[in-house]
């Protein structure tokens, strides 16, 4: 038997060292970390003041002292590619040794949901990606989330350095995954992710305090946030106007007597959103499935997204919950919740804000290692009770600068190769939109100037199409945002890709993120590293001429070419009334013109100006589609 009193000491000892330790680096280093090729290398950390610090390299020792604030920091010379590599810290009296160090180029990855959104979430839209054999060229980290509205943090929150494989991938940034995966082998360098996202965040969290000052609205809303218990102030605001609703609607339904089960189902229910926004309330879902045999292995259940919180039932048995619309449920249930013959599965679902049901689009099914079978036709369901929607009360990620002192500012010693950007949908408002392409671009501008590099590569992501089609021409914050991104893509070393053709409908979040990481990194090999023999993205409009009873449309491409049902080319124009219509279209040799038997004399022109455009769109020589565009101001 192990003596309880050496056991104790250890822990002692152990905890003393860490105690008592003052030796650190940020915790944006670790073992299997990148660090930025051909440019000086930045390593800092903290110290007792005074200290002697040395850091060991590839053979080559760094010396600095820490200052009065115990912060220290060197600068290497610049590295090739490469790796392992081990890196050693030392004082006078201790001592970090990093290993599986790797040189190569680093891409900080940002944005909101849709740059946070992990491979786990695509795995059905992609199985064979998680059957990998381990990529060590290819790294991730992902900055946990931080907000501080008064100062910047001066380090991340803890965090660690993961390769690439069948385990790890799960984690991965889904968009950067791809970004990295399709740019490492053109490179044949070890490629760093690093994921600083937060979903829902507009793009005044990200923008620094001497850009929000510039902003009368943004100023005051800054100061408040800036007030003792500000934030504490607004959780529990949320979590009380949220638990009060959850009360009110339980009670409702233990008044009707159908706290847990309704009496009766009133409908079918398909595999989509609900076919009518009712009202914010609670709902009951039930699906019958019939087995062949009983089965003996780990089961799971794989609902998608449900709008907007779930308690999940299997033959009357809860196996699980979850309380985000946008988190995917995956429900694992030991087998002997199954029986031969008929099984139920029922949902209870609390609907607060709006349209309740699964997500159009997810993959419903239930699994084992003997059986698989989806779920996606008819559901029965009820109508438990009416509620008002929940008043969740401020998002504490919508006040400005907090994203950029908690999540960005940490990392201003970085060396970084670029940027890859996708966000976007938390300013698609009508009063956000236009202003987006300003304080877009002044948050670059910041970035560029925390990690002094003014030609920083920024690349982003414009918005997809997303919502219902409009078969009228119509006004669309949407597009006015994807317009505003694209005046931002024409400032010096900028790059969008468009992502027009590949959004969803009914999902804000569209899982097609292959698409989208391989056309960013066509991009970073065309800004980033100046390969002009790369596919590109920057066709454009060479010219709008108005020409008696018709429009002419010059492209800097000729070769042009159209995706789409005939006679629908998005193309709207108008007259003086500046009321739009659907224009008859020729395209012939890069030259697109437009004319409509309703404008006699047509003034404007609009191209896929809609929230969701459909699939009808030009496309250039290398198939990529072309941002859409407007020759008004209105």
């Keep these: 038997m192990v003596n309880k009193k050496i056991v104790l000491l250890s822990i002692f000892i152990s905890l003393s060292i860490s105690i008592f330790s003052q030796l650190r680096l940020s915790n944006i280093f670790g073992d299997g970390m990148v660090l930025q090729r051909n440019d000086s290398i930045n390593i800092w950390g903290w110290s007792k003041s005074g200290d002697k610090v040395s850091v060991f390299f590839q053979g080559d020792e760094y010396k ?283 949902i209870k679902v609390y609907n607060f804000r709006w349209r309740a049901g699964f997500m159009f689009g997810d993959i419903m099914e239930f699994k084992s290692k003997q059986t698989k079978f989806r779920l996606m036709d008819e559901w029965y369901f009820a109508d438990l009770c009416e509620m008002p929607p929940l008043k969740a009360g401020e998002n504490k990620f919508w006040r400005p600068v907090g994203l950029f002192n908690g999540m960005i500012a940490p990392l201003k010693k970085l060396k970084l190769k670029g940027v890859i950007w996708y966000q976007g949908e938390a300013n698609a408002k009508k009063d956000l939109a236009f202003v987006y392409r300003d304080r877009f671009s002044n948050m670059i501008k910041d970035w560029r100037s925390l990690f002094e590099k003014k030609d920083l590569p920024f690349l982003f992501v414009q918005l997809p199409n997303y919502l219902k089609s409009n078969p009228n021409p119509s006004k669309s914050s949407w597009a006015m945002l994807r317009e505003s991104q694209l005046m931002v893509s024409k400032e010096d070393n900028n790059g969008m890709i468009t992502s027009i053709d590949i959004g969803e409908e009914n999902d804000i979040h569209p899982k097609n993120k292959k698409e989208i990481g391989n056309r960013l990194a066509i991009e970073a090999m065309r800004l980033a590293y100046n390969d002009e023999s790369d596919i590109k993205f920057d066709t454009y409009v060479d010219q709008i001429l108005f020409q008696d009873n018709q429009v002419k449309v010059l492209f800097s491409d000729q070769k042009i070419n159209y995706k789409g049902k005939e006679n629908h080319y998005n193309i709207a124009i108008a007259g003086k009334d500046k009321k739009f219509y659907w224009a008859d279209v020729v395209l012939k040799e890069g030259i697109l013109i437009a004319k409509s038997e309703k404008v006699d004399n047509p003034i404007a022109l609009r191209y896929a100006w809609s929230n969701n455009p459909g699939f009808h769109l030009l496309y250039n020589n290398f198939d990529i589609p072309i941002s859409p565009f407007r020759s008004d101001d209105w």
């Design 64 to 346: 600095t002292i820490s200052n009065k604030d115990g912060k220290w920091l060197v600068q290497t010379k610049h590295y090739f590619a490469g790796g392992p590599y081990s890196l050693k810290i030392k004082t006078q009296k201790e001592e970090i040794y990093l290993k599986d160090i790797y040189v190569g180029d680093i891409w900080l990855c940002s944005g909101q949901s849709n740059m946070h959104m992990k491979m786990k979430s695509v795995k059905e839209n992609y199985p064979e990606e998680f059957n990998l054999i381990e990529n060590k060229n290819i790294r991730f980290i992902e900055v946990p989330s931080q907000l501080n509205f008064s100062k910047s943090e001066q380090d991340i929150k803890n965090s660690n350095w993961s390769s690439l494989n069948s385990k790890s991938i799960y984690k991965f940034s889904a968009a950067a995954y791809f970004f990295a995966k399709d740019l490492q082998p053109k490179l044949k360098i070890p490629i760093g992710l690093i994921l600083s996202a937060v979903g829902g965040s507009p793009v005044e969290s990200w923008m620094s305090e001497k850009s929000a000052l510039k902003y009368k609205a943004m100023t005051k809303r800054l100061n408040e946030a800036k007030q003792e218990g500000f934030l504490e102030n607004l959780e529990k605001k949320y979590k009380e106007n949220r638990k009060n609703w959850f009360l009110e609607a339980e009670e409702k339904l233990i008044n009707n007597d159908i706290f847990y089960q309704p009496k009766s189902f009133d409908h079918t229910y398909k595999y989509k959103w609900f076919p009518f926004h009712k009202h914010t309330g609670v709902y009951w879902f039930k699906k019958e499935f019939y087995l062949d045999e009983n089965l003996l292995t780990d089961t799971r259940l794989y609902l998608g997204k449900i709008g907007d919180s779930d308690s999940t039932f299997l033959n009357g048995k809860y196996i699980g919950n979850t309380s985000n619309r946008y988190v995917e449920r995956e429900y694992w249930f030991p087998p002997k919740l199954l029986k031969k013959g008929n099984n139920t599965i029922e």
